[in-house]
Structure formats: structure tokens, C-alpha cells
């Protein structure tokens, strides 16, 4: 999340364009802070990739394996070439089998897209949640920056009221418009 808030800073602390409502940024800083954060993007991600890799041996296993099948079916065709009915036979299995690991194929692709999807979709529930967190958070500290700088304020406002009070007080018994108090034990008192 810091690296995604380094992120907006960069594109904020860019130059905004007048009239058109776009934002220059420094390309190079973008780049790079994009880069880190690929890098640092959850395990989730890597497991989908891991699960693409498996994928894509499992569909290059089913390949070599249905090549097995067809290199068997026509080496056994080859030898058995007099005998019409083995030969119908065997090409009957083959394309069997072919259809078998077609079909093996088929489903392990399925599962395997299914479980990605999966898997993307929680990660993307999990950034929103994360996104809705931290925006939640900052407005806590937001609201709470504001309350605490207006009782600050509010704090100073009475104690000018109360210095400017005494001020008065002071000018006005300075012109003879108050009497001076002698032996007052509150300088305040109007």
C-alpha cells in the first residue's frame, strides 16, 4: 500500500496542463515505482503464474502423450497392414484415445482457467479491500487531524479573547475611564 500511495504521489506531484485536464509526470520515477510494485505484487499473482506454467506442461504432456498414441497406432498399423480388421481396429482405438486426451485436455484447460479466474477474482476483491481500508484510515486521521486542530484553535481563540480582555481593561484604566484596583487579588476582573 505505501508503494501504491508512493505512486499517487508521483502522479500528483506532476505538472498539470491548464485547459485540456491532463497531468505531466516523470516518466523514469512512474516507471520504476511501477516496476517495485510489480515486484512486490501478493504471492496470489504467482501462484496464477504457477498455475499457467502447469497448464501449459500439462497441455505439452497431453500433446507428447497423444503423439505417443498416434506413433503407436501407426507403428502397430504398419506391422499388421495384412489383416484389414486389426488395421480398422487399431485405427478405431487410436482415434479413441485421441478423443480420450482431447477430451482429458479439454477439462484440465477448463479447470485450470476456472482456478485462475478464481484465483484473479480473490485477489481483486482482496486490493479493493485493502484500497477500501487505507481510504478509510486516511479519513480517520483526516477527521481526526481537523478535530484536534480546532480545539487547538479554539484554545488560542480564548486565550486572545482573554489577553485582548486584559489589554482593554489596561487602556481603558490608563485613560482614567476605569479606576485603578489596589490590593486586587484578580488582575483579570473587568
Avoid at 505512486?7 to 485536464?21: C, H, N
Amino acid at each position: 500500500m505505501q508503494e501504491l500511495h508512493h505512486l499517487e504521489d508521483i502522479v500528483l506531484a506532476g505538472l498539470q496542463v491548464p485547459l485540456i485536464g491532463r497531468t505531466l509526470v516523470d516518466e523514469d520515477k512512474l516507471l520504476e515505482q511501477l516496476d517495485f510494485v510489480r515486484v512486490s505484487l501478493p504471492s496470489v499473482f504467482q501462484a496464477a503464474a504457477e498455475l499457467l506454467q502447469q497448464k501449459e506442461e500439462i497441455m505439452l504432456e497431453a500433446e507428447e502423450y497423444g503423439q505417443q498414441v498416434v506413433d503407436a497406432a501407426q507403428a502397430k498399423r504398419a506391422q499388421i497392414l495384412a489383416d484389414n480388421d486389426i488395421i480398422r481396429q487399431a485405427e478405431r482405438e487410436a482415434e479413441q484415445l485421441r478423443r480420450k486426451v482431447q477430451l482429458e485436455c479439454d477439462a484440465m484447460m477448463q479447470d485450470t482457467l476456472a482456478e485462475i479466474e478464481r484465483k484473479k477474482q480473490a485477489c481483486l476483491q482482496e486490493l479493493e479491500e485493502m484500497r477500501q481500508t487505507a481510504t478509510a484510515q486516511a479519513q480517520e486521521i483526516e477527521d481526526g487531524a481537523d478535530k484536534y486542530a480546532d480545539n487547538v484553535l479554539g484554545n488560542i481563540e480564548q486565550d486572545l479573547q482573554t489577553m485582548l480582555r486584559i489589554v482593554s481593561n489596561g487602556r481603558l484604566q490608563l485613560r482614567g475611564e476605569i479606576p485603578k484596583q489596589r490590593n486586587s487579588s484578580n488582575p483579570k476582573k473587568k
